[in-house]
């Protein structure tokens, strides 16, 4: 019978969905599964945190370089940080299944080449497709959050009180509800633009991956020249 099709593979990687008796190895798995992706967002969420007390700390200003470039560098170097738990995630979750098929006695051999698809280059599209989107929502979150930080400290210095957390807390609440507002109202509109020429073109496929991607690339540098802005006009002086 086929491996694939077969009563005891679903049973194997279906165990919650069919609610059968899970091993341990099947737990780890769904737990890791499961975990992942409020791993990578907290992850994430220290990375920019860490990030920002970078940009507006006056002894990592005492590098020889420009604010502007600490601040670019402090953007790439997260980038890889997050390519380093990207692939370790990776690594992991296939150690675990492999464990997991070797304790249902499958051949992991087999599996791979019935499962895979992998064909020839066009194959690998969906894949680097999602990579650059990966890469892309990273580094527009990361600009966003320092646009926010930058624009907020920039405010809150024209402003009475400007020490207070209060102030800064409720001027960046502001600044992301409305920047994230925009954002999807814009993202909307260029939606309804891109479906609308695909459908008059008879090639749209339902597929807005590519323009996502392309949209978060152009809003990472636009970000990151009105960052670069802010930085060099407004942070910078009060820093340094």
């Known amino acids: 019978?086929?491996?694939i099709t077969s009563n005891n593979f679903a049973k194997g990687y279906l165990v919650f969905g069919q609610g059968s008796h899970p091993r341990f190895w099947d737990v780890i798995l769904a737990l890791g599964i499961m975990t992942t992706a409020i791993g990578d967002v907290v992850f994430l969420g220290l990375l920019c945190w860490q990030n920002?007390?970078?940009?507006?700390s006056q002894t990592w200003q005492l590098i020889p370089v420009s604010s502007i470039k600490l601040w670019w560098i402090n953007i790439f170097t997260s980038l890889v940080e997050c390519a380093y738990i990207f692939v370790i995630q990776v690594v992991l979750g296939i150690i675990v299944f492999v464990i997991d098929c070797l304790s249902y006695g499958y051949n992991i051999v087999k599996i791979f080449n019935q499962t895979s698809g992998f064909n020839s280059w066009s194959d690998y599209a969906g894949f680097f497709e999602l990579i650059?989107?990966?890469?892309?929502l990273v580094l527009?979150?990361?600009?966003f959050v320092s646009f926010a930080n930058f624009l907020t400290r920039t405010i809150t210095d024209q402003l009475l009180g400007k020490n207070s957390t209060v102030i800064k807390i409720f001027v960046m609440a502001i600044l992301v509800i409305v920047g994230v507002t925009i954002a999807f109202r814009i993202?909307?509109?260029i939606t309804t633009m891109y479906i609308n020429h695909m459908m008059k073109n008879r090639a749209y496929s339902g597929d807005t991956f590519p323009m996502i991607t392309i949209e978060y690339f152009v809003g990472?540098?636009?970000?990151?020249i009105v960052n670069s802005y802010l930085v060099q006009k407004f942070v910078e002086p009060k820093i340094r």
Do not use: A, P, R, T
Request: aromatic share 12%; net charge negative.
């Open 187 to 189: 993202n909307d509109q």
């Open 140 to 143: 527009i979150i990361f600009c």
């Open 52 to 56: 920002e007390k970078i940009n507006l």
């Open 1 to 3: 019978m086929d491996l």
């Open 220 to 224: 990472s540098l636009i970000l990151g």
């Open 132 to 136: 650059f989107w990966l890469i892309g």
